[in-house]
């Protein structure tokens, strides 16, 4: 599927006038709707056309929106289609239940928001568009593969007319390239995987920025109500956790620039261990030996975070049958005396992964590391895990050890240097709050395309005291300053379409070099270009109020 092309989005109800509404909600997103009014009429475009999205009415003659789902959910050809519910009276609990055990992604109540519903629905139409992008590069790719191999085979064919030594040099360097190919392939395919997973995170960074917000100005107008406030708080805990998990999928889809902090690595693994259970499935425990006095450690708390993942997983692929993965970690000196290969003498902090599984023999032992060296086979592994390990590790300062014996286990330590004593904690703090940061009131150009975000964000920005001008893009944003607008401050959007965050940024420089920017994004670590040779300051979505205050502070201070 070409990138320019539409998808088709199937709208099923027994009600016309719904299904007008429903196309006049979505006809911004310029794709092809298809309607039908029954579940027969839905079951004959299924069968003619590629559907992506279906948005189906819960209550309908014949059959029910329930029973439509589960007969498409039986069919081969309709597996990954994405349904979404929509009810104005089924709306309960066990409604919403009985709508995703019938195999929905999304159960949306009436009366519909506009703009949420498009946004729900302009989600999974791009997934199913990268998904066919993905499996045609993946079959250009195999046909690739499958021309050269022919053409190195037509090549051994013609040399066997030479001395057995020559035809065992070609054989030699024949699977040495196809080695090199199948890598080739493995590693494009984890782009393209990377690329899909970074731009689904942040359409869903972008949706959280809405709900934290939102959540922050609606516990502070709370009646005294100590259940309101709880479950203000858990929805919030729940909002913050997608946020960590779509930190996660960026950092897997994108190389990071590392940023070194103080980290309570204690703290960190107690915070992994839904995330490692879940990764490592049944039959494989954890256990822990952590020590109350461990230093703080320091590294980027994020690609820490994923090189333990790593290592985990590795420890889970060498025991099939199921064990204990131990994850320890002590206080540690390196002195002149007892130097260890690519280490300084000094204080680390030393974890250490250890599980009871197959284990290496010597050769594979000193490959282990290597980029693209794996024992897993073909399609279930990258040979990546442990060279990113290792790369860590050395942009750190520290270094990895690998210890193993052919069926007793595999140990893996990573040392890390500890961090400058009075560092500021990070993963396990305190708790103590950071002062509060407060200025004094101003004006601001918010500029968002994303309607949901520039209404939670202005509605903050008021809360604070300050006083909002809202521009959707950034020709928008320029007219807005071109008509005699004078803003203290522009905070704005880097994805945009159009016209870009820094794009805009250029062109206030050029004409209004005293305005402060500050540019918000939801992907991971974006690499923006410095202007007039001073990086601009940078708003990481989403973002807690204080967050914002703290940001709006750097920028108004450069």
């Not at 070409?2 to 027994?14: G, P, Q, R, Y």
């Not at 070194?260 to 259970?277: K, W």
């Not at 390196?334 to 250490?352: C, D, E, F, H, L």
């Not at 750190?396 to 904690?425: F, H, K, M, N, Y």
Request: hydrophobic content about 45%; proline content about 5%.
């Amino acid at each position: 599927m070409n990138a320019k092309e539409k998808v088709n989005i199937l709208l099923v109800d027994d009600q016309p006038g719904k299904l007008l509404s429903y196309e006049a909600i979505l006809g911004e997103l310029d794709e092809n709707l298809v309607k039908a009014g029954s579940a027969r009429e839905a079951f004959e475009h299924l069968l003619k056309t590629d559907i992506a999205v279906i948005l189906i009415d819960v209550c309908m003659p014949e059959l029910n929106g329930f029973e439509l789902a589960a007969m498409i959910r039986e069919h081969p050809r309709f597996q990954r289609v994405a349904i979404i519910f929509v009810s104005a009276v089924q709306i309960a609990d066990p409604d919403l239940l009985r709508g995703y055990e019938a195999g929905a992604v999304d159960y949306v109540p009436v009366p519909v928001i506009p703009e949420v519903l498009r946004a729900k629905v302009k989600v999974f139409a791009e997934l199913h568009q990268k998904t066919r992008q993905l499996e045609r590069l993946n079959a250009e790719l195999e046909a690739r593969v499958a021309e050269r191999t022919a053409a190195l085979e037509r090549s051994t064919a013609q040399l066997k007319r030479l001395n057995q030594d020559l035809e065992q040099r070609i054989e030699e360097r024949t699977h040495e390239r196809e080695r090199a190919l199948a890598q080739l392939f493995e590693a494009q395919k984890m782009d393209a995987i990377g690329q899909l997973t970074g731009g689904v995170a942040h359409d869903f960074n972008n949706l959280l920025t809405a709900v934290m917000g939102s959540l922050e100005l609606l516990k502070k107008r709370l009646p005294d109500d100590a259940r309101m406030k709880r479950l203000v708080d858990t929805a919030m805990q729940g909002a913050e956790r997608g946020a960590a998990l779509t930190q996660r999928l960026l950092a897997f889809s994108r190389r990071q620039e590392l940023k070194p902090e103080a980290v309570d690595v204690a703290q960190l693994i107690h915070g992994m261990e839904e995330l490692l259970t879940r990764a490592l499935g049944p039959g494989v425990q954890i256990e822990k030996r952590l020590p109350p006095d461990l230093k703080l450690a320091r590294v980027d708390g994020n690609q820490l975070e994923l090189a333990l993942l790593n290592l985990v997983v590795n420890a889970r692929d060498a025991m099939p049958s199921g064990g204990a993965i131990m994850i320890a970690a002590s206080n540690e000196v390196i002195t002149a005396q007892n130097a260890r290969k690519g280490m300084s003498p000094g204080v680390y902090v030393r974890i250490s992964v250890i599980d009871a599984g197959f284990g290496m023999d010597t050769e594979t032992l000193v490959k282990a590391a290597d980029p693209f060296f794996t024992t897993k086979g073909p399609t279930k592994g990258t040979g990546l895990g442990l060279s990113m390990v290792q790369g860590l590790a050395a942009q750190s300062g520290g270094a990895i050890e690998i210890s193993s014996e052919v069926g007793v286990g595999t140990t893996v330590d990573l040392w890390l240097p500890q961090a400058e004593p009075g560092t500021q904690r990070r993963f396990g703090g305190d708790g103590r709050k950071a002062p509060e940061l407060r200025l004094a009131p101003c004006t601001v150009l918010l500029v968002d395309d994303d309607v949901l975000v520039s209404a939670g964000t202005a509605s903050i920005l008021e809360d604070l005291g300050h006083s909002v001008i809202v521009a959707h893009s950034g020709a928008e944003a320029l007219r807005i300053l071109q008509s005699g607008a004078s803003p203290d401050l522009i905070i704005t959007d880097y994805a945009m379409p159009g016209m870009t965050g820094l794009e805009l940024a250029r062109s206030v420089r050029e004409k209004y070099p005293d305005i402060p920017i500050l540019l918000a994004s939801g992907y991971a670590e974006l690499p923006l270009p410095a202007m007039g040779g001073e990086a601009l300051p940078r708003l990481a979505k989403p973002f807690r109020q204080d967050e914002l205050v703290a940001a709006m502070a750097e920028a108004s201070s450069r």
